[in-house]
Nanobody, 116 residues
Framework: EVQLVESGGGLVQPGGSLRLSCAASGFTFSNYAMSWVRQAPGKGLEWVSSIGNGGRATSYAGLVKGRFTISRDNAKNTLYLQMNSLKPEDTGVYTC?????????WGQGTQVTVSS
């Protein structure tokens, strides 16, 4: 059974940093690209960033490029999102995603709130 468990969210002041983690199990993590998406209050899902299975290929949404860094540790089956220079508009539930065996899997999400 595929499981994705996010952690690391919280309340942070504008300009602050957070590091999100996504612990994966139930599939061969190192074989699959992974993504982070987010959902702000009252809005739809927004893609944030993706990383290739080897960790070299990365891509970012324009709104987070230069501030967020996606990475992965295939030995630990864990995906990360380092978020710096956070803004109030980064507030939302952050969820990791994998498409494996032709299905899309999601974690339960972790809340990030950027507020003074």
């Amino acid at each position: 059974e595929v499981q994705l468990v996010e952690s690391g969210g919280g309340l942070v002041q504008p300009g602050g940093s957070l590091r999100l983690s996504c612990a994966a199990s139930g599939f061969t993590f190192s074989n699959y690209a992974m993504s982070w998406v987010r959902q702000a209050p009252g809005k739809g899902l927004e893609w944030v960033s993706s990383i290739g299975n080897g960790g070299r290929a990365t891509s970012y949404a324009g709104l987070v490029k230069g501030r967020f860094t996606i990475s992965r540790d295939n030995a630990k089956n864990t995906l990360y999102l380092q978020m710096n220079s956070l803004k109030p508009e980064d507030t939302g539930v952050y969820t990791c995603n994998v498409i494996a065996q032709s299905r899309s899997y999601w974690g339960q999400g972790t809340q990030v709130t950027v507020s003074s």
